[in-house]
């Protein structure tokens, strides 16, 4: 049995090789372009990143901000029990995805569920504010709602 390979010149070989490097550096540049312009429009269209505070003291700081996939994160603080001046992250510091609200246009939500209620803060820009509407139903039946406004 006869093996029958191509007879390419070097020339070829040469240019096959440079027109692969070529596809490969456009598809590179086309990638990072779009990635760069998705992150800077997803920067500019939400307008929630920050760090927000209150004087509440249940609710006396949010931090809001852009994870690399474009998704909004955030993570809520009270004031310590032990010490009014400090914050205490809620939910061991754990972040929590935000989602968009199907009830407030532009608003974004978090659950957190806790053994004894389960709660929902929505985050809705307001001006130069961040209203923050806090939604606890007890496991008792009660239901507690009160709206915290936060400033930078």
């Not at 920067?43 to 700081?61: A, E, F, H, I, Q």
């Not at 754990?94 to 974004?108: F, T, W």
């Not at 039946?141 to 930078?152: A, Q, S």
Request: proline content about 2%; hydrophobic content about 35%.
């Amino acid at each position: 049995m006869t093996h029958v390979g191509s007879a390419r010149s070097p020339a070829s070989r040469t240019m096959a090789l440079l027109i692969t490097a070529a596809l490969t550096l456009s598809l590179a540049v086309t990638f990072t372009l779009t990635s760069a312009k998705q992150a800077a429009a997803c920067l500019s269209t939400s307008k929630l990143p920050g760090k927000w505070y209150s004087s509440n003291d249940r609710l006396s700081r949010i931090d809001v901000w852009v994870s690399d996939s474009c998704g909004l994160y955030m993570r809520a603080y009270s004031k310590c029990d032990y010490d009014a001046t400090k914050n205490c992250s809620w939910d061991g510091g754990r972040s929590k995805k935000l989602s968009p609200s199907r009830y407030v246009a532009g608003a974004q939500y978090a659950k957190y569920t806790w053994n004894n209620a389960s709660e929902q803060l929505r985050l809705a820009r307001d001006s130069a504010y961040l209203s923050v509407q806090d939604i606890i139903k007890w496991n008792s039946g009660k239901e507690e709602n009160f709206t915290v406004r936060m400033h930078k």
